[in-house]
């Protein structure tokens, strides 16, 4: 069954950088879109970054030039490296997987930025 795992989120200051690291497990391959998800208190969950099946990639506005969005498909990991953090970057953020039939959410990591 597909399984995806966030990690490395935490606290950092303005300014900083995080890189979150999705492992993912359960029959994922290059061909299944791969993106990141945040969700901030009080606001819907917003797309992030995306690989797209054929490799293309996606950010949302608010991140271009900030956020990197990459993949180690031999050791099936998705990562996104954030840098120049701010604090509107604060959210929970989510590892997602398509396939054809389903999107699969891992179970979230914080990232809060803040002094």
């Known amino acids: 069954q597909v399984r995806l795992v966030e990690s490395g989120g935490g606290l950092v200051q303005p300014g900083g950088s995080l890189r979150l690291s999705c492992a993912t497990s359960?029959?994922?391959?290059?061909?299944?879109?791969k993106s990141w998800y945040r969700q901030a208190p009080g606001k819907e969950r917003e797309l992030v970054a995306r690989?797209?099946?054929?490799?293309?990639?996606n950010y949302a506005d608010s991140v271009k030039g900030r956020f990197t969005i990459s993949r180690e498909d031999a050791k099936r990991m998705v990562y996104l490296q954030m840098n120049s953090l701010q604090p509107e970057d604060t959210a929970v953020y989510y590892c997602?997987?398509?396939?054809?039939?389903?999107?699969?959410w891992g179970q979230g990591t914080q990232v809060t930025v803040s002094s």
């Open positions: 690989i797209g099946s054929s490799g293309e990639i």
């Open positions: 997602n997987v398509r396939d054809m039939f389903n999107n699969y």
């Open positions: 359960g029959g994922i391959t290059s061909t299944n879109s």
